[in-house]
């Protein structure tokens, strides 16, 4: 493709154009404020590629989601968690062999270091999982102080990935002033998790099928989805070359936000206003459509997808299975389908392309599963750490890899003197 032109001031200038492997065209303005003196503005990153990456592809307009080329729906329909952090976090699927030691490498793992455990007692038991869950995992650093090497590095990614379950489990089990339950070695990964959450020692718990798949395919659904504000964070934070602990708590604090994985607890307390509100659909939607209320349909809406989320379709249909499996009914299902029906049939959202995203049906999914509201962005977190960790290794490895650090358009004050304060 012949390179962009650009005519700033009369001037001509040329910028070199990227393809990507899947024809999506970027401009390389790399150069820019070199050759020009100008710099691009774009508040929000809403048209800035900020890397090249080989982990995740998004057609926001037909709904496409791939990682590393295999689309989301059959990965959803027959892999486990372990080899979806396989694939994105090492490169490829793995075979057997691979999985296996990948496995056991995550088994050995997934104690906390000692003392750890006593840290969550110093949290007060009202505090949000979510700050338990970043604390905790840039407590890690404390025990595991910087990689010298690549092995190292490798090392803090298997104790990271395998203690997070434990730092989520424990974070909920302060909250209702339960003990914490070791891990079992003989658990699945999910399994295991569960274990952690919902075992009341010395009374042993079974981990239902139903719960075990529904946990696996959400980890499935969240683990990555190119450069979000989580994402962006965790590559930002590491591009200074901060260790994997501190990149990934940053990464966790920007994904608790409403406007990002947080709205899935946003989501349960707006269906519950809702059904409070006698199903008063229309003054819900009325208010989202009123810019002065302040109000948004939590759950819909994205920066990418335009007409749908697959993952929220996909989640759809699993929470009304789950709910099914468990015998549970939960009217916030039938709200929320009410809901999606009467705004995808509104102008108002039709035209602004907003549709349920994947964190419209999860939060339904994770309370049948007995997950409290506040612990459903934690829940997010643990799928996403596999995407954030294969993101912030790939942005490592790139040889041309520079510190994040974008510009800005000064709107301030020109130079004034300095007025000392009893002149002011
Ligand atoms: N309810 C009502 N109106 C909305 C909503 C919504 N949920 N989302 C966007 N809009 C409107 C905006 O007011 C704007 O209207 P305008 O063109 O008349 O000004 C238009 O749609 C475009 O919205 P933007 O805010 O520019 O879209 P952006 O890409 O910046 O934001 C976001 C995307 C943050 C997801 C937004 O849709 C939103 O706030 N949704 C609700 C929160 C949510 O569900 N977040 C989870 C996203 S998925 C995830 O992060 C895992």
Known sequence: MDPAKLILDGKEYELP?????????????????GTTGAITADSGYGNTGSCLST?????????????RGYPIEEIAKSASFTEVIHLLVYGHLPNKQE?????????????????????????????????????MISALSTF??????EEEVNLNVIRLLAKQAALAAYAYKHSVGQPYVDPRSDLTYTQDFLHMMYAEPPKAYEVPEVLDEALNLLLILHADHEQNCSTSTVRMVGSSQANLYASMSA??????????????????????????????FKKYTDMAKDKSSGFRLMG?????????????????????????GLGIEDPLLEI????????????YFLQRGLYPNVDFYSGIIYRAMGIPTDMFTVMFAL??????????????ADPKGRIYRPRQVYMGETQRPFVPVDKR
């Open 336 to 347: 929320a389908k009410n809901l999606e029906k009467i705004a995808t049939e509104d102008e």
């Open 383 to 396: 799928g996403r750490m596999a995407g954030w960790i294969s993101q912030w290794k790939e942005m490592r």
């Open 144 to 149: 595991y102080p910087a990689a010298k090497d």
């Open 99 to 135: 999985l296996e030691e990948l496995t056991n490498q995550l088994k050995s793992h997934r104690e906390l270091p000692k003392g750890m455990k006593s840290f969550f007692d110093a949290f007060p038991t009202t505090a949000h999982p979510m700050a338990v869950f970043s604390s």
């Open 300 to 324: 819909f809406g994205h920066r990418v997808y335009k007409n749908f989320d697959p993952r929220a379709t996909i989640l759809k249909e699993v929470a009304a299975k789950v709910l099914e």
């Open 251 to 280: 990464g966790v604090g920007a994904l608790w936000g409403p406007l990002h994985g947080g709205a899935n607890q946003a989501v349960i307390e707006m269906l519950e206003m809702i059904r409070k509100d006698d199903m008063n």
């Open 17 to 33: 154009i990227v393809v990507g492997s899947e024809k999506e065209v970027g401009i390389d303005i790399s150069k820019l404020r």
């Open 55 to 67: 982990i995740t592809f998004i057609n926001g307009e037909k709904g496409i989601l791939r990682y």
